[in-house]
């Protein structure tokens, strides 16, 4: 919805690029709240946008998909049950159309992780997190499967860990470079970890692409 961006959904679609947004809910009041005033609206018309090139129709081949984590330092609710009612609720006052909703735990890192801390809620988000670790998320947590790539073509073992800037581990570079992939078998290399994990491994699981649970 940016000056000079009006082009995007249909060179997405050219491209077939799977968009994936993120929409924090379904209701003005609390993306308002959350994002700032009129970041709803504008959510919506893109969404509108995408909806018009053909993306998230039945039987097309665009890919559309939707992204929830809590503002508030809580666990998601299950991934399915939260899809269904964005999907009601969007088609029924927008007639908006997407393939999946993706639920996402919040990563007490960065800007949140400084929120946390600043409402003495840090502690008690940690706790949650801790006590809701499940084993069988090990795996299928994205970092085993993923990299994460930076402007510049470094690599990392997830976007938090770009985040964080831990390095992989296994290397004699402090940041190894995407071309490495090319020369280096990185099967089986050791991953960075830190407390932040508790967040990929905790109730349902949570990765760029949704719930873990029941995942292959």
Same mark, same amino acid.
């Given at each position: 919805? %940016?000056?000079?961006?009006?082009?995007?959904?249909?060179?997405? +679609?050219?491209?077939?690029?799977?968009?994936?947004?993120?929409? $924090?809910?379904?209701?003005?009041? &609390? !993306?308002?709240?959350?994002?700032?005033?009129?970041?709803? +609206?504008? /959510? *919506?018309?893109?969404?509108?946008?995408? &909806?018009? !090139?053909?993306?998230? +129709?039945?039987? /097309?081949? #665009? %890919?559309?998909?939707? !992204?929830?984590? @809590?503002?508030? @330092? *809580?666990? @998601? @609710?299950?991934?399915?049950?939260?899809?269904?009612?964005?999907?009601?609720?969007?088609?029924?006052?927008?007639? *908006?159309?997407?393939?999946? #909703?993706?639920?996402?735990?919040?990563?007490? *890192?960065?800007?949140? =992780?400084?929120?946390?801390?600043?409402?003495?809620q840090y502690t008690g988000y940690m706790t949650l997190l801790r006590d809701a670790f499940e084993v069988g998320n090990l795996a299928t947590v994205m970092c085993r499967s993923l990299i994460s790539v930076d402007y510049q073509g470094f690599v990392y073992d997830c976007d938090f860990n770009q985040m964080l800037e831990l390095p992989l581990i296994g290397t004699d570079k402090i940041k190894p470079h995407l071309?490495?992939? #090319?020369?280096?078998?990185?099967?089986?290399? $050791?991953?960075? !970890?830190? %407390?932040?994990?508790? =967040?990929?491994?905790?109730?349902?699981?949570? /990765?760029?692409?949704?719930?873990?649970? =029941?995942?292959?």
């Amino acid at each position: 919805m %940016e000056p000079g961006y009006e082009d995007l959904p249909q060179f997405f +679609a050219d491209n077939q690029i799977v968009v994936v947004a993120s929409m $924090p809910c379904y209701q003005e009041q &609390n !993306v308002d709240r959350q994002r700032g005033k009129g970041v709803y +609206a504008d /959510s *919506i018309a893109g969404l509108l946008k995408l &909806n018009l !090139v053909g993306y998230g +129709a039945p039987g /097309s081949s #665009l %890919e559309l998909n939707l !992204v929830y984590n @809590p503002d508030d @330092p *809580i666990l @998601p @609710p299950n991934q399915q049950t939260l899809e269904n009612d964005y999907k009601r609720e969007l088609r029924q006052d927008h007639g *908006i159309e997407f393939n999946q #909703l993706f639920a996402l735990a919040n990563m007490p *890192i960065s800007r949140y =992780g400084a929120r946390l801390l600043a409402k003495n809620q840090y502690t008690g988000y940690m706790t949650l997190l801790r006590d809701a670790f499940e084993v069988g998320n090990l795996a299928t947590v994205m970092c085993r499967s993923l990299i994460s790539v930076d402007y510049q073509g470094f690599v990392y073992d997830c976007d938090f860990n770009q985040m964080l800037e831990l390095p992989l581990i296994g290397t004699d570079k402090i940041k190894p470079h995407l071309r490495e992939l #090319l020369s280096t078998d990185w099967n089986g290399a $050791p991953i960075s !970890v830190g %407390e932040h994990c508790y =967040g990929c491994t905790a109730g349902q699981g949570s /990765s760029c692409g949704g719930a873990l649970a =029941g995942a292959e």
